[in-house]
């Protein structure tokens, strides 16, 4: 079955350090990525996802991330992070073998301090 | 325009009980998604709706969980015999549906979280 790794549970940094969250996923065949967050209080909302094309997408609020195919990987990185991205982000794939569904990691909460 | 809305946002009820969750989805969404979410975990996938029917109700644990849409906009999500370990965020989230789901981007509610005492 498929299934989503992100192995930080909890990211401290302080404002203006770079930012890289992992994510890796089993799946052999084309996968769709994306990563979604949600920030304290509010819906979870996607921050950018790759389908196809370049491997390096670019999202909201300075977020990119790279899938690189070979790692069946999909980090998720920012150069300088701010207070205002505290918030848990959670790294999804949807393949076509079940296309329905949205398999979501469990998560990494990202802590900011001012 | 207003964004996925979940009825009610809390809902305490003893074992054994029905509850039922309402989804009021984006206007104009034909895609609708149901998830929960225990704590420390991501949202895991229970069904999907293409219009009024079930595309894949492959995620739903056991009989007990059942999902309708009548009319292809509201859902109503059902729990009989409620149990502990049902206990959790159920989160919504409906698509414009033309891409399909592998694709589409899913815009989420704010979820309805239960708690069977």
């Known amino acids: 079955a498929q299934s989503v790794s992100q192995h930080n549970h909890h990211v401290i940094l302080s404002e203006a350090a770079s930012l890289e969250l992992g994510c890796n996923y089993s799946y052999g065949g084309t996968v769709n990525l994306f990563w979604y967050v949600q920030y304290p209080g509010q819906h979870l909302q996607l921050l950018l996802k790759y389908f196809s094309g370049d491997p390096l997408v670019k999202g909201i609020k300075g977020f990119e991330a790279e899938f690189i195919k070979s790692k069946f990987s999909f980090n998720l990185r920012k150069p300088s992070v701010q207070w205002s991205d505290t918030a848990e982000y959670f790294c999804?794939?949807?393949?076509?073998?079940?296309?329905?569904?949205?398999?979501f990691g469990s998560g990494t909460r990202l802590s900011i301090r001012p | 325009g207003a964004g996925v809305s979940q009825t009610p946002s809390n809902k305490v009820t003893e074992k054994g009980k029905y509850v039922e969750l309402r989804c009021d989805p984006i206007s104009g969404h034909t895609a609708l998604y149901w998830y929960r979410q225990s704590l420390g975990q991501g949202p895991e996938f229970l069904i999907y709706f293409q219009g009024t029917g079930a595309a894949d109700d492959s995620g739903l644990p056991n009989d007990r969980f059942f999902a309708v849409r009548p009319e292809g906009s509201v859902s109503t999500l059902k729990i009989q015999r409620t149990e502990r370990g049902d206990s959790a965020v159920y989160l919504c989230?409906?698509?414009?549906?033309?891409?399909?789901?592998?694709?589409?981007?899913?815009?989420f509610g704010p979820g309805t979280r239960l708690t069977v005492l």
């Open positions: 999804a794939v949807t393949t076509y073998s079940s296309a329905s569904k949205i398999i």
């Open positions: 989230a409906s698509s414009p549906g033309a891409g399909g789901p592998a694709t589409d981007t899913q815009y």
